[in-house]
């Protein structure tokens, strides 16, 4: 039924949400220990901000990709 799509589009919506927060969880995890690393004299503060760089890219293609899996199976769903 109609109402029953409209549920699992929530659903999907929901556990999208959930997934680009755990991928912002260990972006997060990952500046931190680049921060650490740089504390610690490991790197340089050029390489902590080129990892950190490095990291919000890769950050923002998951997440792309998680709002598009989340319009795809949306659409699925809708489908009559």
Do not use: C, P, W
């Not at 260990?26 to 921060?35: C, H, L, M, S």
């Not at 990892?51 to 950050?59: A, F, L, P, R």
């Amino acid at each position: 039924t109609e109402e029953r799509r409209r549920e699992l589009v929530k659903i999907a919506n929901k556990m999208g949400e959930e997934a680009k927060v755990a991928v912002r969880m260990i972006r997060r995890n990952a500046n931190d220990q680049f921060k650490k690393m740089k504390k610690n004299s490991e790197i340089t503060e050029d390489d902590q901000r080129y990892g950190e760089n490095e990291v919000q890219k890769i950050t923002d293609e998951h997440v792309e990709k998680i709002d598009d899996m989340i319009k795809e199976k949306e659409k699925e769903i809708m489908e009559v």
